[in-house]
């Protein structure tokens, strides 16, 4: 089959597909199967493409027709202009979180110019905070953090895709999984996407993150601040004095975690929006 017949039959595959984009994705597919760049897919129409790669695109169109992530297909997705590898089993990275993550490496130049900083991030999933820095930051030392196995692995092929050496990730619950390496007192910046969706909105979430994406990376228990519960109070015995504690947090969850941080002692704490002028990230500093 030709290479435009065949994006015609995945596009018409996929065009109903609630959140979508038919002609990027079935163009974004093909792409990566055949190993080409898009221009090449758009001046090569003509070509013919080979029978078993026509069937593994029919495939990927079929599996996208029902809500499977178009990055869980190709197999990455961009994040702070890197190019991430992402399966099954981590979170695909979401252009909000960088929000975030601008905001640390912003913190890092105004604070410890040619200074050495230590980073802790709570929950890697594909590495997308703790290797964003660490990137852009050569003088940060970030350790990552996640319970499962799977974000461990895939944090990992991303660290070595990224060729970073500043960076190092551990198995654990939360602070647990640094315990051995005696850093109390020793963190300048501790970061965290933590799950954060509350149990009525899981419910409420696209097919694509719903049926998809790990349900462990979002669910955030009852009202979804369980992980800030845990991680606040217990992110001051690893903070050193001035460190920042910052959060990506959901959009109606500002006023609840700001409280939450005023109550534990953090000081200057502020709440950033995202590009929808929603709440998306909140910040303070230990004294
Ligand atoms: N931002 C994600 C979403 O919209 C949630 C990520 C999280 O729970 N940390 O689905």
């Given at each position: 089959?030709?290479i435009?017949h065949?994006?015609?039959?995945?596009?018409?595959?996929?065009?109903?597909?609630?959140?979508?984009?038919?002609?990027?994705?079935?163009?974004?597919?093909?792409?990566?199967?055949l190993?080409?760049?898009?221009?090449?897919?758009?001046?090569?129409?003509?070509?013919?493409?080979?029978?078993?790669?026509?069937?593994?695109?029919?495939?990927?169109m079929?599996?996208?027709?029902?809500?499977?992530p178009?990055?869980?297909?190709?197999?990455?997705?961009?994040?702070?202009?890197?190019?991430?590898?992402?399966?099954?089993?981590?979170?695909?990275?979401?252009g909000?979180?960088?929000?975030?993550?601008?905001?640390?490496?912003?913190?890092?130049?105004?604070?410890?110019?040619?200074?050495?900083?230590?980073v802790?991030?709570?929950?890697?999933?594909?590495?997308?905070?703790?290797?964003?820095?660490?990137?852009?930051n050569?003088?940060?030392?970030?350790?990552g953090?996640?319970?499962?196995?799977?974000?461990l692995?895939?944090?990992?092929?991303?660290k070595k895709?990224?060729?970073?050496?500043?960076?190092?990730?551990?198995?654990?619950?939360?602070?647990?999984?640094?315990?051995?390496?005696?850093l109390?007192?020793?963190?300048?910046?501790?970061?965290?996407?933590?799950?954060y969706?509350?149990?009525?909105?899981?419910?409420?979430?696209?097919?694509?993150v719903?049926?998809?994406?790990?349900?462990?990376?979002?669910?955030?228990?009852?009202?979804?601040?369980?992980?800030?519960?845990?991680?606040?109070?217990?992110s001051?015995?690893?903070?050193?004095?001035?460190?920042?504690?910052?959060?990506e947090?959901?959009?109606?969850?500002?006023?609840?975690?700001?409280?939450?941080?005023?109550?534990?002692?953090?000081k200057?704490?502020?709440?950033?929006?995202?590009l929808?002028?929603?709440?998306?990230?909140?910040?303070?500093?230990?004294?």
């Amino acid at each position: 089959m030709e290479i435009n017949h065949l994006l015609k039959k995945g596009v018409d595959m996929i065009k109903d597909r609630e959140y979508g984009n038919p002609v990027l994705e079935a163009t974004m597919v093909l792409e990566d199967l055949l190993n080409v760049d898009r221009i090449y897919i758009y001046t090569h129409g003509k070509e013919q493409v080979p029978e078993n790669t026509v069937d593994k695109f029919l495939e990927a169109m079929e599996k996208r027709a029902k809500g499977y992530p178009i990055q869980y297909i190709i197999g990455n997705k961009e994040f702070m202009g890197l190019d991430f590898h992402v399966e099954e089993g981590v979170l695909i990275p979401r252009g909000d979180t960088e929000i975030l993550v601008e905001y640390v490496l912003k913190y890092i130049d105004e604070n410890y110019s040619n200074k050495p900083v230590n980073v802790l991030d709570l929950g890697v999933g594909s590495g997308a905070i703790s290797l964003a820095i660490a990137y852009y930051n050569k003088r940060a030392t970030v350790y990552g953090v996640d319970l499962h196995e799977i974000p461990l692995k895939v944090a990992n092929i991303n660290k070595k895709k990224f060729r970073l050496e500043n960076v190092q990730f551990y198995q654990g619950n939360l602070f647990e999984g640094i315990k051995e390496l005696g850093l109390e007192g020793e963190f300048n910046i501790i970061a965290s996407n933590p799950p954060y969706i509350s149990k009525e909105e899981i419910e409420t979430l696209q097919v694509e993150v719903k049926n998809y994406e790990p349900i462990k990376a979002l669910d955030g228990g009852e009202d979804g601040l369980d992980f800030y519960r845990k991680i606040i109070p217990e992110s001051k015995g690893y903070l050193k004095n001035n460190g920042l504690l910052i959060f990506e947090i959901g959009y109606d969850q500002g006023e609840d975690v700001k409280c939450m941080m005023g109550n534990e002692g953090f000081k200057n704490i502020q709440i950033l929006k995202d590009l929808q002028g929603l709440d998306r990230v909140v910040y303070g500093t230990m004294e």
